[in-house]
């Protein structure tokens, strides 16, 4: 069953594969179409609930409504004092004909409480009370409030939290239809209660549904043990109208309340919800249900596909042995099923396998035979190895022997800018002294201090050139820095104004030839600084792609110019007494750069150095 080792297992664990994913993917796919056709069926079964509910509380306020108002009107037609027993005794009857009414009285025109069941609020003034101002304009239903006075006048509820009522009253008329008074009635939510209890009982097949009463606010009026009263619920999410949807992980069917008949309703609404994941939980369990049973089939069919698929893969498995065979060294040649058959002139199997053993056969009869011929060729080559190994190691000692001399030669320059400079001064120094001491020996203190000074630059140039020795500025700080700390170096020695232009692309050059070319530039420098007596002296480091300096044919060259406004020289007159010159033109031909020197006594000295951008392993072309 290793597909690592068997074909067939492989063929089988890919099957198993598919089926699997098929299976999630199915199951997947059932699952949210399950899920959907429940929200479409479990929501509008909540919302019709709800709708349902709404209805009825809105009816059942509009009939108390007006059968307030006709009691109102009863009350009004009779003769007499408002609170006479007569009307203490219609509201006792109106009292026990409706279980739901806490509290019913009669409020005359100054807002005075005159009639009260069980004599509650008698002599209260109530003149302020939204009931009583809105009774003036015609029969009244206040939204649900917490009535401080009733409810503190009334026996404490069972669970001891405030009542909750809501507010009726109608206007009491005479038989000329004059305003007598206020009826007032006060509804508890015993009938309110008694409906949820009626829906959820048609709803007792899903147990874990609750059913809200929302204030226009979205505040909950009439809650349940998981959602209590005053807490609060986003209606923003929710369509005017029925409307049902997921949220927040609740399967919620919500209903507004439209009134009835003139009542306009008092801007409730009905929720009825309950967890999405037990109102979807049947259709989660199909799912699970569908993916086990496609997954059981995939795992069977892998089983059946293993063993079929071995019989069928019999004859190549025979060609992977004697691939083996031939591999580990135990044959010299391949035997695989159908190639003996070949051999004999029977033409072989015509299968796959026998086919792939053919070719196989073939193939590595070439590669028997293409092995004999390398194993000659290698021969050959490894003498021609052997002679081109000797020949690289005689260049790699000439090379080195060069790269010698050419160290030499450098330091033979260096010397010469510095140490041989300051000895030839003082040599000139000390032989003045020695006249001196002859024609003027007074002087003799003045020119021994030239001397000492002239020992000591001497001493801080042989520092100098052995430090330098050591430290090698292009290649640990780059091109453009080493230049610009050079020239700052001979700024602070010279009266001379130096100014440096270098182009970007030579910025961070560290290779030989850019060292190379560094110290060109800096023989150049001195030589100006030195004996050139100039007022300004330029360095300039540019590239011209386009100048075709390359030797190879490619385009784009580097040109360095040191040019000085001072004395000049005569080039051509004594060229062995410029030493420096000499090395100039020795460490042109080690970076294969050209070199001029123009001068003329007088007019200032220009120093050019040219080389291709392929030397420095800069790109000759912009990009």
Wanted: net charge neutral; proline share 4%.
């Amino acid at each position: 069953m290793d597909p690592r080792l068997r074909l067939a297992a492989a063929v089988g664990w890919s099957i198993a594969l598919v089926s699997l994913a098929v299976a999630l993917v199915v199951g997947l796919l059932t699952m949210r179409e399950a899920r959907e056709a429940l929200e479409r069926e479990i929501g509008q079964l909540y919302a019709t609930h709800a709708q349902r509910l709404i209805d009825t509380i809105d009816t059942n306020l509009a009939g108390r409504r007006d059968w307030i108002a006709a009691s109102a009107k009863l009350v009004g037609f009779r003769d007499g004092d408002l609170s006479g027993p007569d009307r203490q005794q219609a509201l006792t009857d109106l009292k026990a004909a409706l279980n739901e009414v806490e509290w019913a009285g009669i409020v005359d025109l100054n807002g005075v409480v005159v009639a009260g069941t069980d004599g509650l609020l008698v002599g209260r003034s109530v003149g302020s009370r939204p009931w009583y101002t809105g009774a003036f304009v015609g029969p009244y239903i206040g939204d649900v409030q917490n009535e401080l006075l009733l409810d503190q006048a009334l026996p404490p509820t069972r669970n001891g939290e405030p009542r909750r009522f809501v507010e009726l009253s109608a206007p009491i008329l005479d038989r000329a239809g004059n305003i007598r008074g206020v009826l007032a009635v006060t509804l508890g939510w015993s009938w309110i209660e008694a409906l949820q209890r009626g829906t959820l009982a048609a709803l007792r097949d899903r147990p874990s549904a609750e059913i809200l009463l929302l204030g226009i606010d979205g505040t909950v009026l009439f809650g349940s043990p998981q959602t209590p009263r005053r807490s609060q619920i986003d209606l923003s999410a929710y369509p005017f109208g029925t409307s049902h949807r997921v949220d927040r992980g609740l399967l919620a069917g919500l209903a507004r309340s439209t009134g009835f008949a003139d009542f306009p309703g008092l801007g409730w609404s009905v929720m009825v919800r309950e967890p999405a994941a037990l109102a979807f939980r049947a259709a989660d369990r199909a799912s699970l249900s569908i993916f086990a049973a496609i997954a059981l089939g995939g795992l069977v069919a892998t089983l059946v596909s293993v063993l079929v698929t071995g019989r069928i893969m019999r004859r190549l498995a025979a060609v992977a042995a004697a691939a083996d065979d031939l591999r580990t060294g135990r044959k010299t040649q391949f035997e695989a099923p159908g190639s003996d058959d070949v051999a004999g002139g029977k033409g072989g199997s015509r299968d796959e396998a026998g086919r792939i053993g053919r070719s196989i056969a073939s193939l590595i009869g070439t590669l028997q035979q293409a092995n004999a011929d390398l194993s000659a060729v290698n021969e050959v080559l490894d003498a021609r190895v052997a002679e081109r190994t000797r020949e690289i190691e005689r260049l790699s000692n000439e090379a080195r022997a060069a790269a010698l001399v050419r160290e030499r030669l450098r330091i033979s320059r260096d010397l010469h800018d510095t140490v041989a400079h300051t000895l030839l001064g003082l040599l000139t120094q000390i032989r003045l002294i020695r006249r001196l001491a002859e024609a003027d020996p007074s002087r003799l203190p003045a020119e021994i201090r030239h001397a000492e000074a002239a020992a000591q630059e001497g001493l801080v140039h042989a520092r100098s050139a052995v430090s330098q020795l050591r430290y090698s500025p292009v290649r640990d700080d780059g091109f453009g820095p080493a230049l610009r700390r050079l020239v700052s170096l001979l700024q602070d020695r010279t009266a001379s104004r130096l100014v440096l232009t270098v182009a970007a692309e030579v910025e961070a050059l560290t290779g030989q030839t850019a060292e190379t070319l560094y110290r060109m530039i800096e023989e150049a420098l001195r030589n100006a600084v030195r004996h050139a007596d100039a007022a300004t002296i330029h360095v300039e480091v540019a590239v011209d792609r386009m100048s075709g300096m390359d030797p190879n044919g490619g385009e784009g060259g580097l040109v360095t110019i040191v040019r000085d406004d001072g004395r000049g020289f005569d080039v051509v007159a004594n060229p062995s007494d410029h030493f420096g010159l000499i090395g100039l033109r020795e460490q042109a031909e080690l970076i294969d750069a050209g070199l001029s020197v123009d001068s003329t006594p007088g007019q200032g000295t220009c120093v050019t150095i040219s080389m291709p951008l392929a030397s420095l392993g800069i790109a000759p072309h912009l990009g």
